[in-house]
């Protein structure tokens, strides 16, 4: 059989090669939609794109065929070529399928590789089939172009799946670029199949239909019609990928619409032009408590029942301002069928559409805690937070309405500033916990005590109340009231299983007379209340010019006490503790003392109370400690006798933290010996027995002393006799004044005496002024004393001079 050789046209050649790039760059745009398309719209993608892509591939392999020239006139089983067109389809299908999934691993790449492969090829072996003569193959060529068609159809595949989604920077450059490449591997594999055949000088005859084509002309139209097809099919998917771009956006400002919707925090309703509603989100229906059926397509104005009837209208006219084109806020109410009632924060939102009003969003959330907070914050600004009273904010402006009214009206009106006596003492020895119930026990009586007149009651801090009194008939009416309140404070208050007494002191000034501002009137009333503290508490006083100097000359008072410690005016008098029978000095007590730059010696009663109200006792307090254990420590050294000194403590001291440490840290600096300091404390500074105990045992451990001051005078004196580590019961002055004329008084000394005998503690009276008060004492055995009878409270110099040196010469 002769073999006969041809040759090809290169124009066609550069042709097939062209349609191989637009068919490898249409694959990767078509890959795009079908990755992104769904259902039915998927489907069609699919074909189109199949057929589309097919085309291209076979119409490229048709004119390479037709670019080959061939010595004798060739004709073409049409069927046949028919049958290799629908095979580049088929193996198109199966490539778009493959790389619009959501995945590409790399098995489903090699077998979709293999099957596209399969399909290229024997598109391409059945279109040289239908060529009518007789064709053999080189073998080894044959199975080279199967592998070139296997291997561009991986990179195709690989490609297509790369390029799918778009949108990546330079992507036509790289999706021409790819296509450049696939279009020479499908040429490549064309052209090796072709050069695996040999062309023999013999016919053969048609099995379905043979025809004769015009190869140079046919190969031209061929060309030119695929070229249009995948334009037309480029041009197609360039608008469809736009439009779809479009309908993404849409579709995604949709689902952000929608996410926004749904998952808003606020109730959202939408309402069209006829005032339906079309339109709700869940928080919506929580918030009103309407179902879903209640309300979709229902009229807006059937479900405005819930509103508030006071807001009803307002409600309406919000509403309806939106189909205006306005946009309004507002705050309202609602009753669910529940019975709760709900604050809301509505805002009526226009939907607007060319300009022109379609609808409304009512957007609104729940702010019952927001309000509720409010509320409670506004009512904690004007009110004090441990009793529920008015506080100082609110008094005041209830003062200036009364001066604004009293001013029209010329009516007077009273402002009273009320203080609790001895409540540092609760408060220090049983605690904050305590104190706050007790204040709270207090503010109701005073509330009590004033039912029926027309009286604001607030509390200031601390154990400080005020009262604003109107409408009275006279100046009797507030002393009755001040009365009545003194008399509710009176009573015991059950606190800690005890029982506890305070009184009150009250100041009072009077609107116009006393202060025409809040200021003015608040300070007068505090500076008679301070007239009654000075006067022995537990009473009332009506402000007067004259206390208004005496206020004046306290502040001037606080004002150089602050400056009393470091300028050394502050000194010590020592007053002789002595025994009876043989009037040795078995003791002596350190007493402070003022030397007031131009007032002169004062005495504690004077500057004590003030230091305590300041704060600045705990300070002038270590000071007397430490110069009291110096001057002892001195004493002892320079000849005795060794005695111990007492010195008095106070309640800041005594509950401050660490104070065994304190005390012992100021007896090692002075040297003084722990058995020669006895530290006086009163019974109102252990009301606390648990705190007061563990206190007092570890000074006790230390060697230190403790006298118990003013025996008798408190209300549950007895059992801290048996609980606590006590040496000495000190008897109060305030028995031994009148003890030679009453007889009350004599019967407790002497019970008292008898007491601590039995206890095995040692019992020393104070305040001896006569023989006749320290013959009933010895009579009583009382055997020590402490009094003006032997000596008044001394400069160390003078107690040396008129004691110790004496003594100290008589031992020699």
Known sequence: MEHIHGSYDSILVFFSYIIAVMASYTALDLAGRVSTSKGKTRLGWLLFGAVAMG???????????LAFNLPIVIKYDLIIVLLSVIAAIVASFIALYVVGGRELTGIQLLGGGLLLATGISIMHYVGMAAILIHITYNPVIFVLSILIAFGASVAALWLAFYFRKGGQRGEFWMKLGSGAIMGAAIVGMHYTGMAAANFHNSSKSALFYGVILDQKWLAYFIAVGIFLTLGLSLFGIYISKRIAIKDLEIEQNEKWYKSLYENSQDGIVSVDLQQRVIGFNSVALEITGYSAKEVNQQFISSLSSIIVSEDQEQVKQMFHKAFQGETT???TAIIRRSGVRVELSVSNVPVIVDGTVVGSYIIFKDITEE??????????????????????????????????????????????????????????????TIGDQFLKEVSMRIQQSAAGHNVVLARMGGDEFTLLCRDYDSQETIKSLANQIIS???APYRLKDSDFY??????????????????????????????????GKNGYQFFTN??????????????????AIERGELLLHYQPQIR???????????????????KGLLSPAIFIPLAEETGLIYEMGTWVLREACMQMRKWHEEGGPLIPISVNLSSQQFHQPKLAEYIMAILEETGLEPQYLELEITESMMMDATVSSSIL???????????????????????????????????????IRDITENNDDKAIVATIIAMAQHLNMEVIAEGIETKDQLDILTDNECGKIQGYYFSKPLPANDVEEAFFVPRRTVNV
């Open 55 to 65: 085309m291209g591939i076979w119409s490229m392999h048709f004119v390479g065929m």
């Open 329 to 331: 806020s507002h705050e």
């Open 371 to 432: 309000i509720k907070a409010k509320q409670k914050i506004s009512h904690l600004a004007f009110h004090d937070e441990l009793t529920g009273l008015p506080n100082r904010r609110m008094f005041n402006q209830a003062i200036a309405q009364a001066i604004e009214e009293s001013s029209i009206s010329k009516s007077p009106f009273a402002v009273m500033v009320l203080d609790i006596d001895r409540f540092k003492m609760i408060n220090d020895s049983l605690g904050h």
């Open 488 to 490: 509710f404070i009176q």
């Open 502 to 535: 305070v009184s009150a002191s009250i100041g009072i000034a009077l609107f116009p007379g006393d202060g025409q501002d809040a200021v003015q009137l608040l300070k007068n009333a505090d500076t008679a209340m301070y007239e009654v503290k000075k006067r």
């Open 546 to 563: 004259e206390l208004d100097q005496i206020l004046q000359e306290k502040i001037e008072l606080e004002s150089d006490l602050r400056k």
């Open 580 to 598: 009876t029978e043989d009037h040795a000095m078995i003791g002596i007590e350190a007493l402070a003392r003022w030397m007031h730059p131009t």
């Open 697 to 735: 045992n570890q000074l006790n451990e230390y060697g230190i002393k403790i006298s118990l001051d003013d025996f008798g005078t408190g209300y549950s004196s007895l059992s801290y006799l048996k609980m606590f580590p006590i040496h000495k019961v000190k008897i109060d002055r305030s028995f």
